[in-house]
């Protein structure tokens, strides 16, 4: 899996806000944080706000906060909301990749690569990542 930096910046912005809860995180403060270009990071927030993974409140106090809890948003919602789909084989979803001949099994090993990143990705929640950092590494 390639994790590109759209999708870093993303999960870093999710936890920063998610750290922050109940409090609104402004684009500015989190650019500066983590470090991210905030030009490159207000993208990425309409992305995660167009996803439903962040709502944003206009005007002098305004700024970002989780639609919903930390514990129900996962790793890859964020990825997929700023990525899209999490495998790709030549640029098309997983599952559309015919072979023949020889090569015939390889799609399956595709798939099977594509449900072992699920299964890390899908079952990892920012909240259990902004509380139990070193727990992820002993899952997997």
């Not at 002098?60 to 899209?84: M, N, Q, S």
């Not at 798939?111 to 699920?118: D, F, K, N, Q, S």
């Amino acid at each position: 899996m390639y994790v590109s930096a759209r999708t870093d910046y993303a999960v870093r912005a999710m936890l920063a806000v998610a750290a922050d809860h109940p409090h609104l995180v402004k684009a500015a403060g989190l650019a500066g944080a983590q470090d991210i270009p905030l030009s490159f990071l207000q993208g990425i927030l309409l992305d995660l706000r167009r996803a439903g993974l962040l709502h944003s409140h206009r005007g002098v106090d305004g700024g970002y906060a989780l639609a919903r809890p930390a514990a129900d948003i996962t790793v890859g919602d964020v990825v997929r909301a700023v990525g899209g789909a999490l495998t790709t084989v030549r640029g098309l979803p997983t599952g559309n990749a015919t072979y023949h001949g020889v090569a015939t099994g390889l799609r399956d090993v595709w798939l099977a690569v594509e449900h072992a990143i699920e299964g890390v990705v899908d079952n990892t929640t920012l909240a259990e990542l902004a509380h139990h950092p070193a727990s992820i590494e002993e899952t997997a």
